[in-house]
């Protein structure tokens, strides 16, 4: 008669669920666990579990009271302990892994299934029975089912990432239902063992004796004990370990960022901005071009610190630093470089305009007032500008852009000057040059000369040519190819381009007042097509002298066209809109593209004249000529020639069927009254010819 041990059965239980309870926290520290490590955890986890799991059997075992005396022999018994600690050793292997395919799960189950029948099997096969024990087939395969089940349910309730993240709750109920499998499991697999009424036992003699369940259970319980604070232990060092690891990190970071910081502004430092900047331009893409360093120079910061004092100083640093903060975009970096000069790296700029009026926005906004201590205190700036294609290396790039600064800051302060190739030799000339140029405006040096263009069939004027020119006190006439660029690298040209446009219309007011229609054709620079109130500064002048925006021509030259067709497009419809005329200026120089050309609601094309000059000796050039021309009628523009100089240019121009001519021949650029001189030695009378030809629709 079997009767059964409650307590042994308890005990068991417990020896089940606590052995897959510190399963799971040994496998959570063999995944946190350095490599080296982490063999120690798995050799040491599966001894640990894999003991547990055999005491299991082994006090399930002593649970089963026999009415004979019984004794285990202590070999089998150890042998036991092997497939055990094997057991262990595959499920925390397995569950560890990264990538644990189906199959291999199916595997690992199988195995650790067979394995609990195995041990339950040899701990009874540990008492030598006489007449030896009846298996029950059907009993040991429902035992062997039920393992089968645990397993299976085990290493889905225990994968990897579940387990990893689980909280301790999660882990016990894990335990706690794989361990019931598990007790289940072996107690059935050791009532399938049958014992026949008249056994003996023949091993009385070895291993036995009263409460070994409870040594068993005790000595377990307290390994079990001590992997579960070892693990503790592990997990709590680790932790400590990333803290420290992560407040490290950041002192580290927090450090580099004060290194790369101005303490005084919270911009970039020059270390910080060079650093940048090397980035910037070591990147493929930002090569292709649009990179632009301006240098931006505070004028008589100096003088104002030693007037106010240092406090004062920093104060108004600051409030510079703010108001460039709110100018740029958050792609740009500015920075303070030493002292009173700040720095700013640009991204992707679209070309030179957008820079300029950038640094005209940043000249404005720096010389606002700044109200310190009840002081109102201006300060003006020098900004130099470097434009990534000029220079190869960031410390090139920021070079160029000092040279530019110390040349804007040489030439008086407040304005800013962009860099250009050669530029320290020709350097001191132009900064002369801009000065006086600034100055030419009110101490009249600028006049408008205007240069004739003819009707070719008819020889009738139908226009003139505004043209810019500069006498300088001193050194004469100085041409506007010389200062026109200087104009525009000081930001000079925006004002000169207003004077011009003023001084046409109030010329053609006058010729109107005599009877006389005559339009004049002005020209227009790159940074005046970007002019934001170019609309209002074009109607004011109209408006201003009373004359019919239909006599008025801007020319623009076919390379600034086309270098931003979108800007030139909307500009060109602007003025199109108010009824101005619009001329493509040095056609054939650039690189018109037809399909542009059609979309410019431009009226005429001026052939450039280094075709014009070639056509007498260079069939190519005649061939070109004729080309234009036939392309400009099938597109219904005019097509004026420039630069006719002789008599054979003219005859071959009129045989090609230009429209209009404007040169040396005809007449060269001259005052408003030398015009009227010139009309009056023509044989066609202006008074009603020029009058005639406005009709025809240039
Ligand atoms: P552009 O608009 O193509 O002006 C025509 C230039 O050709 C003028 O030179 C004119 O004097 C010159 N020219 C005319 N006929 C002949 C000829 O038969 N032979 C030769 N060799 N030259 C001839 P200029 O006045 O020196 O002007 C040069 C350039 O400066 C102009 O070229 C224009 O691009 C620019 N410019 C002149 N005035 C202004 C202005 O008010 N604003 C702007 N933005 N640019 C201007
Ligand atoms: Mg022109
Ligand atoms: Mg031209």
Redesign the pocket.
Known sequence: MVRHNGVAMIAAWFLAVYAIYVQTLVTRRLRAAESDLSWWWLIGGALTVGTGVWAQSFVSLLGRQLPIQLGYRPEIIMAAWLPAVMAGAITIGSIAQVRFSPFKRVRSVAAVSAIFCLIAYLNVSSTTLTPAVVWDGWMAGAALLIALVGAGVGSVMMRREQLLEARWSRQLLVALVLGSFLSLGQWLMIEAAGVPASAVCLSVDQLSGQHLEWLITGVVVMVLVLTQLGAALDGILRSRHAQLETSLRLAHTELQTAANRDALTGLLNRAGFEAYLGEVMASADECSGGVVVMRINLDGFRALVNTYGHALGDTLLRQVAQRLLVLVRSSDAPARADGEEFMLLLRNMPDQVTVIQLAQRIGAAVSMPCLIDGEEISVTCSIGIAMHSDSATPAQLIGHANEAMLTASKAGGGMYCLHAPGMDQSGSRQVEMQRELRHAIQRSELTLHF?PKLDALNGRLVGV????RWTHPQRGPI???DF?PVAERFGL?GE??LW?LDEACRHMRVWLDMGLEIPVA????AHQLREYDLEERVRDALDRHRVPASMLIM?I?ESVAMDDIEASLRVFDMLDRIGVKLSI??FGTGYSSLSYLRRLPARQIKID?SFVRDLDHSRDARAIVEAVVRLAHALGLQVVA????TQAQRDVLVELGCDEL????LGR?MPAAGLREWMALQPVKFLETVTEAMHVDI
């Open positions: 240069q040519e505004g043209l810019l041409s506007p190819a026109i040209i000169l381009g011009v002005v020209n227009m620079s020319e030259t200026d040095d004249r420039e630069g006719v100089e404007q040169g040396f021949l650029p």
